[in-house]
Structure formats: structure tokens, C-alpha cells
DNA sequence: TGCAATAGTATCGAGTCGCTACTATATGCG
DNA sequence: CGCATATAGTAGCGACTCGATACTATTGCA
């Protein structure tokens, strides 16, 4: 076995371990992703397809994932008023509280030194890339990175969509989000 | 958004992409995931109960998979003559091909750095420690690391077990294993 | 000998997932 | 303008995962 097939299967085996142990209440692993997804994104990026260009499924899929979410209470729906085919959903505030309840794999890594957190933070950062290039999809990174993103006097911008940002929505990640 | 969050996300957004993308034929993620473990593991340690173990789920569950894998010609069974309620899986030719084949993330994970690779190895098999201590879980560690493996004149032996290893199978994981 | 522990399986219901087919809306081009 | 094409989302199918429960067969211990 090559050293890569080691360490793919540690990254498996750690995803599989947590989202075995991590069940809260009524949601399965990817269902909790989903709302991890959703805590996190910006308002132009919590639809369906950018939800499944995140977790690398399909559009089909992502929708069934969504429709029990809803039935569950997780999630709000509302159409959009500009262009009437997409649909921006919302974390009510139950599913606002699974969004911040941290797993069994949280508790892991916040005992891991800081020094260990960091390079860890850096080559998982530099492999995700690299697996986005060659998936060509995109990175769904924070506004504040983003080539589009300029500082303003009055607070920040998005030169792609022409749209003020406020310094929390800056944090957020977005389906254009190209890294400077 | 606490930086252990982001780290977890990471971690298992790379495995999701990866298993999304490294469907090879008929074989679902959990199914590739079965292969490479009957792939690693030693004799006594190919088990429907290790296995479950190995991946975090229930017997239940891995019974089926292995009833599907047996179906499509990826692995065969045996049951133990020792003890008849025991049954030893093994791959064909068919699922050793399987679990020989690189995944996406393996082709990435290569062409990180041998400095980056080997931290990353380090930092997962710490977590992954902690993560199985706190499951109260077998380590699934190589034979050779094991507080119970000897090494004699004509080769090594596990002293829990009393049965001679080749080179080879000293390599292998075991489910009694325990770092020294 | 008898009873608890263990290994494995069957079955159920909810859900994932790829796939194909479908509807509705938007957009580009002649 | 009008029509073709692209895009967003959904419905339904079949194979499968997964937790849960209930079951059989075998083993081991008191």
C-alpha cells in the first residue's frame, strides 16, 4: 500500500468515525452537513445547486436531502424575486443550534496543539485545491478572500455582484468566491 | 464558527469529494471502503464484526455489504473451523484489483510535499487516536507496532495469539492490535 | 448442564445517491 | 420578436447504507 492510499483512508476513516458517532436527534451525517453548509453560506449561495456543487452530489439528490430538512423544521424555503427558478433556503433557529453544536471530532482537534491545528489547517487547505482543480469545481471560500472582494470606506463590496457587504457577510462563503 | 468546526468540515468535505469521485464501477464509497480494509487486514481479522468495528457501524449493516460484494464477485467467504460461528472474508482477484486502484485523492495527496505528507500523517494519527479512545475502539494498527509482536530468529510471532507471522502479515492490520 | 455472551443474519423504515425524465423560467441569437 | 437552448429545481426508480430490533447458531463459563 503507497503512503497516499494510507493517509486517504485515515481522512475516510476520521469522516466516517465522526459522522458515526455524531448522529443529533433525527439527522444523518449528510443532512448535517447540509446545515453546516448553510450556516456558513453567503444569501447568493444557499440553493440547491450550489449546495450540491459543495458536497460534490447531485441536484437530485441535494432536493431530497432539503425536503426533509423542511419537514423536520430544519430549514425555511423562499423563491427568489429576480429570477423566479431559484430557491434560497434558511437555517430556522433549530437548525441554527445543530449548526453550532460541535461533534465528537470537534472535541478531537481542539485538544491537538496549535501548532498541529495550523499545519493541519494548511495542507488540508492545499489538497482541497488541488482536488477542486481537478474536480473543476469551486472552492466556496470566504468573501474576504476573494478577488472580487474590495475594502471600501464605509465597509466592504463585491465587484462581481455589485453588492455591499457588511463585515459578517464578508466572512461568509459564496459559490464565486475565487481565491486572490 | 470555531477553527476546529472549519478543520472537521475539511476534513470530511475532502472525504466526501473523494468518495464522490472515486466511484470504480459498481462500487458505492461504503463498498470500496469494505475492499480496502479486507485488503489490509490480517486472517484474523477479516470478520463481518471487525469490519463493523473498522468503519464504525453496526454488524447489521456490514452483513449486507458484504452479501452485495459476494454477489457482484468482489470477495469470497469462509467459515472458521475453529470457531463455527465465525466467517473470514476474502477478496478475488476482482476486489484485489479494486483496492489496488488510486482514487482522485491519492493521485493529490502524492503530489503534496514529503514533508507535508508526512506531517499530515502524523497529525491524523494522533486524532485518530483520541477519536478511538474516546469510542472505546480497537486501533486497527500493522502487527509490527503491536505491544504482543516478538520478533525471533526465523521471523516475528504474536504472542497473544501464539501463531508465527510472515514479514508480510506483520505488515497487515489486526484488530487485537495495541501500540506499543 | 445450563445460561449468558458472541457471531452473524433477516427485516423494517428513513434516507442517500446516481440516473433519467420532466416542468418552469431565463437568456441568447437570428 | 420568437424560438432554441441553457439553467434551476423536482419526481420517480433501483441499489444501497444505516440504526434498530429480533432472531438463530455456536461457544464458553460457572
Redesign the pocket.
Known amino acids: 500500500m503507497t503512503p497516499q492510499t494510507h493517509l486517504r483512508e485515515q481522512i475516510a476513516r476520521l469522516a ?1 468515525l465522526d ?2 458517532t455524531g ?1 443529533v436527534g ?1 439527522l ?4 448535517r452537513a ?1 446545515i453546516s453548509y448553510l450556516a456558513r453560506a453567503n444569501r447568493f449561495s444557499r ?4 449546495l450540491s456543487g459543495y ?15 423542511l ?2 423544521g430544519y430549514v425555511t ?1 423562499q423563491r ?1 424575486e ?7 433556503f434558511e437555517l430556522t433557529d433549530r437548525g441554527q443550534k445543530i449548526a453550532e453544536t460541535p461533534t465528537p471530532l470537534d472535541a478531537v482537534l481542539k485538544e491537538l496543539s496549535d501548532e498541529d491545528q495550523q499545519s493541519l489547517q494548511h495542507i488540508l487547505s492545499r489538497a482541497m485545491r488541488r482536488v477542486l482543480a481537478q474536480n473543476q469545481g469551486p472552492e466556496f471560500g470566504p468573501c474576504r478572500t476573494c478577488v472580487y472582494h474590495s475594502r471600501g470606506e464605509a465597509g466592504s463590496e463585491c465587484s462581481l455582484l455589485s453588492v455591499a457587504l457588511t463585515k459578517q457577510e464578508s466572512d461568509q462563503i459564496c459559490f464565486e468566491q475565487v481565491s486572490a
Chains 1, 2 share one sequence.
Not at 28 to 31: A, H, L, R
Not at 47 to 50: A, K, L, Q, T, W
Open positions: 466516517r459522522a458515526a448522529w433525527d444523518n451525517p449528510t443532512q447540509a440553493s440547491p445547486s450550489h458536497l460534490g452530489t447531485t441536484r437530485g439528490t441535494v432536493s431530497q436531502t432539503l425536503k426533509s430538512l419537514q423536520k424555503e427568489s429576480t429570477d423566479k427558478r431559484v430557491i434560497s
